[in-house]
């Protein structure tokens, strides 16, 4: 699951900045590679690796 949460602060006439606080897989369920599919050694079957964990990522953005 994702999420984001922005604020935009008006800052003269038509200027504007926006924080915004974007992050993913929020609550850090592993996200399961596929099983080794190689032939012949010992980890046939067993998922041995997994993806990214939770990530989150801070901004700003000026708009004029």
Do not use: C, D
Request: proline share 3%; hydrophobic share 35%.
């Amino acid at each position: 699951m994702n999420a984001s949460i922005f604020k935009a602060f008006h800052l003269y006439r038509e200027s504007e900045f926006q924080v915004r606080m974007e992050g993913f897989n929020i609550f850090n369920h592993p996200l399961l590679n596929n099983p080794n599919a190689t032939v012949g050694g010992g980890t046939f079957g067993y998922i041995t690796s997994f993806g990214n964990t939770r990530t989150v990522q801070f901004s700003g953005r000026y708009s004029f």
